[in-house]
């Protein structure tokens, strides 16, 4: 293809995208109902049902705003050739192609942290806080971004400095080894989030002695589960949304649970919550969704190596001739609508992956704790009960509530 054929083939898939997410959050909003549906008593009161429906809106409105303003702001380096003119302006200051592709990736990044700087602003100090959820400091907001700065930059820079390597030393064949450095990197971030990176923005510590620790115990053993990997998290310390995840493999595996979430639900619906979790270990759905990223990241890549080094495609971004560090912006945007289609499979299987974890909770404990565990969780986070399906099909990584209070009805 030629670079005008390119240019318009990238207009299109990023006006494409915008569009996309617009009509699904448009049918997400339409979809809610004004009065309270009558499956969802009980769960909501009238009052906290309005307000989860505010929340929603405020949120919508918030996002269409945001986004409108990143597609304009693509449009505007797309059309003017942004891309193109920081490649001219640092090419004459930096010779090594490596540290010129950290210099450029480095100013953009800059540059769109600090545009979005407000909107983040907005979302935690006027959202967030208006609804009851922020807890987050502006002390640590500025600490948060500050870490997060000096973990991409080493972490990310690292990364990209080696890849560009690859890609100048061996060429198109450099997907191959990439993809076992990636192979191996997400390995040691699954293995060591909870305990190394995780420990830079909140404190974990493991869960004390006392009666929850006794419930959970009784649990552990029954279903032969390493007790001593169950932490809990200062989730507070930002927010007072509630949650549970858990990570790692092998001896690193963990179970994390939230400090909101231990002071809002009895002793039974924390252990249903924390089955919930040991059933993703049981049912091996972290070795599975490692190995789908795997796989996922080596399609990437070879797909990757076939446009890297096409000069048509830097010239489309407004380069004069190949730079490979444009190019990489190029393709993100050319692989868009795959990793749009590799997104949803990967959310159909996060879903069932759900359905599993809670029959295993439910079989292994009981299913009511869970249940009632959920609605609080829900409450309390103000959360959609009624997403639309379409919406649920491309963004849900986990089962809509209602839906999964109807699978637990089962058991």
């Known amino acids: 293809m030629t670079s005008n054929s390119l240019f318009i083939l990238i207009i299109f898939l990023v006006t494409f995208d915008f569009i996309l997410d617009q009509v699904m959050d448009f049918l997400n909003q339409s979809y809610q109902k004004k009065e309270l549906p009558e499956e969802l008593k009980g769960i909501y009161d009238e009052e906290q049902y309005a307000k989860s429906q505010d929340y929603q809106k405020a949120n919508a409105q918030f996002d269409f705003i945001q986004s409108s303003f990143s597609f304009a702001t693509t449009l505007a380096m797309l059309f003017l050739g942004g891309f193109g003119w920081l490649h001219h302006y640092l090419l004459p200051q930096i010779t090594n192609p490596i540290l010129l592709a950290l210099a450029f990736f480095g100013i953009l990044f800059i540059a769109s ?40 930059a080493i972490v990310g820079g690292a990364l990209l400095s080696l ?6 030393s061996i060429g198109i064949n450099f997907w191959a080894y990439f993809w076992v450095v990636a192979g191996v990197f997400i390995l040691l971030i699954n293995m060591f989030y909870t305990s190394v990176i995780m420990p830079l923005f909140n404190k974990l510590k493991p869960l004390e002695d006392g009666n929850l620790k006794a419930a959970i115990e009784r649990y552990s053993q029954k279903v032969s589960f390493p007790l001593d990997n169950v932490f809990v998290i200062d989730g507070s310390k930002r927010s007072t949304k509630a949650n549970a995840f858990f990570s790692g493999m092998g001896s690193k595996k963990k179970i994390v649970l939230y400090d909101t979430l231990i002071n809002n639900h009895s002793e039974d619906e924390l252990v249903a919550v924390l089955a919930h979790e040991v059933g993703h270990y049981k049912k091996k759905h972290i070795i599975l969704g490692y190995v789908l990223s795997i796989l996922q990241i080596g399609l990437m890549l070879f797909i990757l190596s076939r446009l890297v080094f096409n000069p048509e495609l830097s010239m489309a971004m407004g380069a004069g001739s190949l730079a490979i560090h444009i190019n990489l912006i190029a393709f993100g945007i050319l692989f868009s609508p795959l990793s749009h289609l590799i997104g949803m499979v990967m959310n159909m299987i996060s879903r069932k992956n759900e359905y599993e974890a809670d029959e295993f909770a439910a079989t292994t404990f009981a299913s009511v704790p869970l249940q009632e565990a959920l609605k609080k969780l829900s409450a309390n986070n103000l959360s959609n009960l009624t997403p639309h399906p379409a919406y649920v099909f491309f963004h849900y ?3 809509p509530m209602l839906e999964r209070l109807r699978f637990l009805k089962r058991f």
């Open 113 to 152: 942290d600090i545009l979005g700087l407000p909107f983040s602003l907005y979302k935690t100090f006027v959202i967030e806080t208006k609804f009851g959820f922020n807890k987050t400091t502006p002390k640590t907001f500025v600490l948060d971004k500050l870490k997060g700065y000096a973990l991409g």
């Open 163 to 168: 890849l560009l390597w690859l890609m100048t």
């Open 397 to 399: 990584s986990h089962p």
